[in-house]
């Protein structure tokens, strides 16, 4: 009987296309959790506001997308904390708005959650509260604000500290409303800032 290896090898075929199918199935699904992985993880980002504010913020943040080859930094979700003084440059902006006695260079600190949107730019919409004491017609008391943002936030440089990991600069702008919850007393405000990202 005449010996043919065709069956042998369309069995070998089979048998290597069946192991590299199920070994790019184990590669992709080890991907896919190493990508929620990373992008689910929270960071820290610190930043430093010029107006409004003057103020130190934290920012711990989560990623929608990993960008590895120039570590981008592209937001999901931020919660960002803050302590500065009101109106120390801008202060005149505030008087503007507002029929109180209002005296300057109170210390605020706050807390808020930004929800960023994936589109070009960046932008990001963010509630918020805020806290402190605040001199109105010649009374000092604590004063809580709702606080609502609308802005962007932009890479402006970014570092490459290894294969892994890198630092980034960006550069935030927004529109901030403060409005206070015990007194008649509201201002819309520019905020704008920079922020440094260990990724």
């Known amino acids: 009987m005449k010996y043919k290896p065709l069956p042998i090898i369309i069995a070998v075929l089979t048998t290597v296309m069946l192991v590299n199918t199920l070994s790019a199935q184990q590669k992709r699904t080890n991907w896919l959790q190493e990508k929620n992985e990373y992008t689910g993880r929270w960071r820290v980002g610190v930043g430093a506001?010029?107006?409004?504010?003057?103020?130190?913020?934290?920012?711990?943040?989560?990623?929608?997308?990993?960008?590895?080859?120039?570590?981008?930094?592209?937001?999901?979700?931020?919660?960002?904390?803050?302590?500065?003084?009101?109106?120390?440059?801008?202060?005149?902006?505030?008087?503007?708005?507002?029929?109180?006695?209002?005296?300057?260079?109170?210390?605020?600190?706050?807390?808020?959650?930004?929800?960023?949107?994936?589109?070009?730019?960046?932008?990001?919409?963010?509630f918020g509260i805020e806290g402190g004491k605040r001199k109105l017609d010649g009374e000092s008391s604590f004063s809580p604000d709702f606080v609502a943002r609308i802005g962007l936030e932009q890479k402006i440089a970014g570092i490459k500290l290894s294969t892994r990991s890198a630092l980034n600069i960006?550069?935030?702008?927004?529109?901030?409303?403060?409005?206070?919850?015990n007194a008649d007393f509201v201002y819309i405000m520019p905020s704008l800032g920079l922020r440094f990202h260990w990724i």
């Open 170 to 181: 960006t550069f935030f702008i927004d529109g901030k409303l403060n409005k206070c919850l």
């Open 49 to 126: 506001n010029i107006v409004e504010p003057t103020a130190v913020d934290v920012q711990f943040y989560r990623l929608s997308k990993i960008c590895t080859s120039q570590f981008a930094i592209n937001k999901k979700i931020a919660i960002g904390i803050w302590a500065g003084m009101e109106g120390l440059l801008l202060g005149s902006l505030i008087e503007r708005q507002n029929n109180e006695t209002w005296e300057k260079g109170s210390i605020r600190y706050g807390i808020d959650t930004k929800f960023y949107l994936p589109i070009l730019l960046n932008p990001y919409i963010g």
